[in-house]
């Protein structure tokens, strides 16, 4: 499991990109390089509307607990490209919001548990602590895209989801929070950028669990889009 240490060095402007230095726990160093969500290979201006569908894999690995989730993201472009700021998550239906001031107000987003939660009863995940912050990096090495999740100044704390189902008929809740940093690996492709179906680096930290016990992993089928063109993560066009 990779532990992220992160240190960023910026020499003025975003486009003179300075270096993320991420440590693993069997001391291996990656290390990445400041990042663009583009459009059409060209760089968009602030607020330019971003969109995502995912499936997720969430687990405790120390409680027990594991469901799938799916969901609809709405962002827009900050930080000159470099950001992806996520305003709201909904349900695919489009009908549940979970902005900022709506946490726990309605129902949650419905679910499907993989193990530990009763099946005949309803699973429910709430987002909260929006908005939240992707940032664009390249690895270095590979030049391959990832996303960096971060604590964005105007949120309340480190992005995180709740969830509430039943276990041996009672029912229990948990929250689990995920660190300033937390990696997501992506790929280009003709239509947007793909999550990779791998576990998001490092885990969470849960309520019940304790740190670490929290593994977040996106599944086949994701996809960023946006409706200006075709999104990608890259360096800048020359």
């Known amino acids: 499991m990779k532990t992220f240490c992160v240190l960023c060095v910026f020499m003025g402007t ?11 726990a069997s001391a291996e160093t990656l290390t990445f390089e400041l990042a663009l969500y583009l459009i059409n290979a060209a760089v968009p201006a602030n607020g330019t509307v971003l969109l995502e569908e995912d499936e997720f ?4 690995v120390i409680f027990g607990i594991a469901f799938k989730c799916s969901w609809h993201i709405e962002g827009e472009t900050e930080e000159e490209g470099n950001g992806f700021l996520v305003v709201d998550v909904l ?3 489009g009908t549940q919001s979970f902005s900022s001031g709506k946490e726990l107000t309605t129902e949650g987003l419905l679910c499907g548990t993989e193990k530990g939660c009763a099946a005949n009863a309803d699973l429910e995940v709430f987002p909260l602590n929006f908005p939240w912050l992707f940032e664009a990096m390249l690895d270095i090495q590979t030049k391959e895209p990832w996303e960096l999740l971060r604590i964005h100044t105007g949120a309340p704390a480190a992005a995180s989801h709740e969830w509430k189902c039943l276990v041996g008929g009672l029912p229990v809740e948990e929250t689990c929070t995920a660190e300033d940093g937390t990696g997501f690996a992506a790929k280009n492709v003709a239509s947007g950028v793909e999550l990779l179906e791998k576990a998001a680096e490092p885990n969470a930290n849960c309520t019940t669990g304790g740190n670490s016990a929290g593994v977040i992993e996106p599944l086949a089928g994701g996809l960023l889009s946006s409706p200006a063109g075709t999104v990608s993560i890259s360096t800048p066009p020359e």
């Open 14 to 24: 975003v486009a003179a990109f300075g270096a993320i230095i991420v440590q693993s």
């Open 57 to 60: 894999l969430w687990e405790d």
């Open 91 to 93: 349900n695919l239906a």
